[in-house]
């Protein structure tokens, strides 16, 4: 069935939306500009910011993977049509008008007049909230990867005498918001104390809203063990758990769009591009059970979601180009993936040696 399904046929989708995608940056630059260099351009862009959203999100497909495993046929379809509209729609086009609503302290039609009609100081006010936005981001991501790695009932181990030390102090309650805390008062103290406010309460906030939806996650899942209520079945929570897990990873994609184009509509084109294709990479992992025949991968793309909470974090404090930030993720997965393949190879010859 769906082990008979080329990888090819997973792309059909994101194939499509890039070429309407592409054809609409092309359009989109002949209106704006009206010349031939500037529909190119415009073209050029939108290909860049689709590649780079798909550099930065092979960890997130990796980990909306794991938890849709967990998530009820209905809700794993839920996930993969509204929660990629909200993806697209949502953070690639509502969160940087939001952001500049609250910050310019405008209402979201006259941010998206500003956007359209002055699109460099649209650009500088998104640039302006980078550290209270990375704070956030920062925190709900390191708490994503902490909370994995930092749990007594974990069984699975890639770096070993790293990860089974984190996995000894599981059993203390918190531990993993002690050390979040703690990397934020380090951070606070290299910023302007103009900052300290504005840094420490998007910290905060990104620690309150993983705690809530990590919470209302197990208390569901609680939940689903005593009924068989379909809607009670492990649904909502992961649900939201995910959007906001998307919403932590896209941060980065759409700061650093802007340090290649101020054009809103481009932008929401382009990284919607780069969405499909993580849509069809989670799609392609829970149907073909690529987590579990790749021992390590998991534990690769939590090691990159903790990299790239750290990168948040020092982007509050200076620049860290988008190559980089890929490009880790990049290798760790890689390595994750390689590392996997030489495990089965040693358990295959392991078994053939032992006549099983």
């Not at 906030?205 to 569901?220: P, R």
């Not at 939201?240 to 980065?252: G, I, N, Q, T």
Request: aromatic letters at 14%; proline letters at 2%.
């Amino acid at each position: 069935t769906y082990m008979t399904r080329s990888v090819l046929s997973y792309q059909k989708w994101p194939i499509i939306v890039t070429v309407i995608g592409l054809a609409l940056s092309g359009w989109l630059g002949w209106v704006t500009t009206g010349t031939l260099s500037g529909l190119i351009g415009f073209l050029v862009i939108g290909g860049i910011l689709a590649t780079l959203e798909i550099a930065l999100s092979f960890d997130n497909a990796i980990v909306n993977a794991n938890k849709l495993v967990e998530m009820t046929p209905i809700w794993q379809r839920r996930f993969l049509t509204w929660g990629i509209l909200i993806a697209v729609f949502g953070m690639r086009i509502i969160f940087p008008l939001a952001i500049v609503s609250i910050f310019a302290w405008i209402n979201p039609f006259a941010a998206m007049h500003l956007a359209l009609s002055d699109p460099d100081q649209y650009s500088y006010i998104i640039e302006e909230a980078h550290s209270p936005i990375s704070a956030f981001g920062g925190t709900f991501l390191m708490m994503v990867a902490l909370k994995f790695f930092v749990n007594e009932d974990k069984s699975i181990d890639w770096f070993v005498s790293l990860e089974k030390s984190l996995r000894k102090v599981g059993y203390i309650k918190g531990f993993e918001i002690v050390i979040v805390l703690f990397i934020i008062i380090g951070v606070c103290q290299f910023l302007p104390e103009t900052k300290h406010a504005s840094f420490l309460m998007s910290a905060l906030c990104g620690l309150l809203i993983f705690m809530l939806v990590d919470g209302l996650g197990s208390y569901l899942d609680g939940i689903s063990r005593s009924t068989t209520s379909v809607s009670a079945r492990g649904g909502l929570g992961a649900f939201l758990y995910l959007e906001v897990l998307d919403a932590s990873f896209s941060f980065d994609g759409v700061i650093g769009a802007f340090a290649l184009t101020t054009n809103i509509l481009l932008i929401a084109i382009g990284l919607g591009i780069g969405a499909m294709y993580v849509r069809s990479m989670t799609i392609m992992l829970v149907e073909r059970g690529t987590l579990s025949e790749f021992r390590y991968l998991e534990h690769g793309a939590f090691y990159s979601i903790f990299v790239l909470s750290v990168i948040m974090f020092s982007q509050s404090l200076f620049h860290v180009p988008e190559l980089i930030t890929g490009g880790i993720g990049f290798f760790l997965i890689g390595l994750a993936f390689y590392q996997s393949i030489q495990y089965n190879k040693n358990e295959a010859v392991t078994k053939a040696a032992a006549g099983i």
